[in-house]
Nanobody
């Protein structure tokens, strides 16, 4: 079973930046598609960004230009750098490990991000 441990998050003012990290305990980390998602109370969890085995990246339209996903296969980590944050970015952020066909194998515990002045 894949275990994911998130770190980072917190409170930031509008326009500020935060970096989330997610460390995985799995031997075949480089074989997975990694993702970041977010959820606000009362709404469904939404996909924010993914990074595939070869390094190709996809972003939700709402975060393009402000968020950057990256992976370090040697350290078995996936990160999400968030810049120019807006209040509507406030949510709990989750990392995920997925197969190439989209099957989810594990979720992180969630990291709270709050954007407020």
């Amino acid at each position: 079973q894949v275990q994911l441990v998130e770190s980072g998050g917190g409170l930031v003012q509008p326009g500020g930046s935060l970096r989330l990290s997610c460390a995985a305990s799995v031997s075949t980390f480089s074989a997975f598609v990694l993702g970041w998602h977010r959820q606000v109370p009362g709404k469904e969890r939404e996909l924010v960004a993914t990074i595939r085995l070869g390094g190709s990246k996809d972003y939700a339209d709402s975060v393009k230009g402000g968020f950057t996903i990256s992976r370090d296969n040697a350290k078995k980590t996936v990160c999400l750098k968030m810049s120019s944050l807006k209040p509507e970015s406030t949510a709990i952020y989750y990392c995920s490990v997925n197969g190439s066909s989209g099957t989810n194998y594990s979720w992180g515990q969630g990291a709270q991000v709050a954007v407020s002045s």
